[in-house]
DNA sequence: AAGTGTAAGCGTATGGTCTACGGAAAAGGA
DNA sequence: TCCTTTTCCGTAGACCATACGCTTACACTT
């Protein structure tokens, strides 16, 4: 039924698998032709891994089910992978990577502002596109390429704002966190509404109706009065997606704020 | 290993099991003592079900150990409660009710701000007593008293300041989704520290002396400076305290200047 | 006091989950 | 041909939610 995500925690396994496109020489440590010959590859059981995750979602992707999309046995991918906790680490980090944020020395929009929305707007389509990552925790990242080109990207943004480093690193960590959980709620949205089959605002629509044989005038006398005066009339959707907004606004005008009394 | 909320969405039985205390005659459409003696009450199951997601997560809360802790087998349970997802949006609104946020007509600390600021620390208590909330969708929230509550609540805070209903609903959204996300964050944190034993900067320090081993400072002229000038000194965990800190205060900025501006 | 209707309690079965273990199979080198 | 090394993978153990249907207990009627 579900998923949550325990780390095993032996960076020592995870980190050469992780910068294997970068840094492929680092697992050279056996000898090369000996022993039977492998029949996949890593990135074949990430992709698979990847396909079952975003057509059923995270729960759907069992190591048994990956394996026969694959044709092989269940434990030979723990010949590839030292664990299912690991093998959604490289999945992660393969679709950090994929944003394609541009890079030091690559062109970017102007002003700051612009590349901060290019930031979000990449990260929500990567939420769209994968909708599992709303089930996996951020505060533990694999630290893979993907994640650092990420920060990378982020931090440079306001790199010419005159913010001290400690204001810098601040202001990206809110910038990440703010995008992170806004992509994050929608697709939760989103995903309900498919697995459900029933709209959002359905749903709400549904239980308004049921909710007014329990609702308290006398203890919600705030929410009666903007009840009366409309303030409910539009869809939650659009009501959450103007929240968030205003929200993100108000806090890059916050780190502005900053920038001019620093310069 | 782990959960997932998959409402199965009957509305028409779990909401009289939410209203249970506020409207006990609802559910009175059995002849009254028909049948074999109950052993139980819904209010057991659910005190049982909390104290065993509270202690060891809510993964390793199954309908199983619940049983086992009642002393009784484990289909019973669904004489009381229609499935687990039900049983899980129980444990959500009583853990929402437990806050005691200030009602209509209760005292409560002026101003505005320092209500909002009441909602946060409540809500953030209420994580960190439960940590399993993290894992529970808020986009299709259990319509009971807690969470009508809350809702009355964080209106109400905002009520005298002068907002259009739609500026108020919206400005009370965006704060109970910078709370919650800032309250899901710190606990998911805590959390890990639990399970795995290491601190959330210890686990950092770890990877930060494996990653300089494929660490490539060209790619990341960005980080290695706010690197070299101390930007990272501080542990993760203060950070980000700070950066949300910093978010949450811009957010309110921004509703008061909507205030001044409407008055 | 016996019988009957009703609801609670719960054992069993189904079809899943991850992964430890150990044996079988394939490849290169001697 | 045989040995070493590596991959491949079947089996098994210990869990999970819950559908189904039988057993048990109780209140009311006769």
Same mark, same amino acid.
């Given at each position: 039924?579900?998923?949550?995500?325990?780390?095993?925690?032996?960076?020592?396994?995870?980190?050469?698998?992780?910068?294997? !496109?970068?840094?492929?020489?680092?697992?050279?440590?056996?000898?090369?032709?000996?022993?039977?010959?492998?029949?996949?590859?890593?990135?074949?059981?990430?992709?698979?891994?990847?396909?079952?995750?975003?057509?059923?979602?995270?729960?759907?992707?069992?190591?048994?089910?990956?394996?026969?999309?694959?044709?092989?046995?269940?434990?030979?991918?723990?010949?590839?992978?030292?664990?299912?906790?690991?093998?959604?680490?490289?999945?992660?980090?393969?679709?950090?990577?994929?944003?394609?944020?541009?890079?030091?020395?690559?062109?970017?929009?102007?002003?700051?502002?612009?590349?901060?929305?290019?930031?979000?707007?990449?990260?929500?389509?990567?939420?769209?596109? !994968?909708?599992?990552?709303?089930?996996?925790?951020?505060?533990?990242?694999?630290?893979?390429?993907?994640?650092?080109?990420?920060?990378?990207?982020?931090?440079?943004?306001?790199?010419?704002?005159?913010?001290?480093?400690?204001?810098?690193?601040?202001?990206?960590?809110?910038i990440?966190a703010f995008v992170?959980t806004?992509?994050?709620?929608?697709?939760?949205?989103?995903?309900?509404?498919?697995?459900?089959?029933?709209?959002?605002?359905?749903?709400?629509?549904?239980?308004?109706?049921?909710?007014?044989?329990?609702?308290?005038?006398?203890? !919600?006398?705030?929410?009666?009065?903007?009840?009366?005066?409309?303030?409910?009339?539009?869809?939650?959707?659009?009501?959450?997606?103007?929240?968030?907004?205003?929200?993100f606004?108000?806090l890059?005008?916050?780190?502005?704020?900053?920038?001019?009394?620093?310069?």
């Open positions: 039924m579900g998923v949550e995500h325990s780390g095993r925690a032996d960076p020592d396994r995870i980190l050469p698998l992780l910068w294997r !496109h970068t840094r492929p020489v680092a697992a050279d440590d056996s000898r090369p032709g000996l022993g039977r010959r492998r029949r996949l590859t890593l990135d074949a059981v990430v992709a698979a891994a990847l396909a079952l995750a975003d057509a059923d979602g995270l729960a759907a992707m069992s190591m048994n089910r990956v394996a026969a999309s694959l044709g092989v046995g269940t434990m030979t991918l723990y010949t590839y992978v030292p664990s299912k906790a690991d093998l959604i680490d490289l999945m992660v980090d393969e679709v950090l990577t994929e944003r394609a944020l541009p890079g030091p020395s690559e062109p970017r929009p102007e002003p700051w502002r612009e590349q901060v929305a290019l930031y979000a707007e990449r990260t929500r389509a990567m939420y769209r596109r !994968h909708p599992w990552l709303r089930h996996v925790s951020t505060v533990r990242p694999p630290i893979g390429p993907g994640m650092l080109a990420e920060r990378e990207y982020v931090l440079s943004t306001l790199a010419d704002t005159g913010l001290t480093p400690q204001q810098l690193n601040t202001a990206a960590l809110a990440t992170t806004t992509a994050s709620l929608e697709t939760d949205s989103d995903e309900l509404e498919r697995s459900t089959g029933q709209s959002h605002d359905a749903w709400w629509q549904e239980r308004t109706q049921l909710w007014e044989e329990y609702f308290d005038v006398e203890r !919600h006398p705030t929410m009666t009065r903007v009840w009366n005066s409309g303030g409910f009339d539009r869809g939650t959707t659009d009501q959450m997606a103007t929240a968030h907004e205003f929200g606004e108000r890059l005008d916050g780190i502005e704020a900053l920038t001019t009394r620093a310069g």
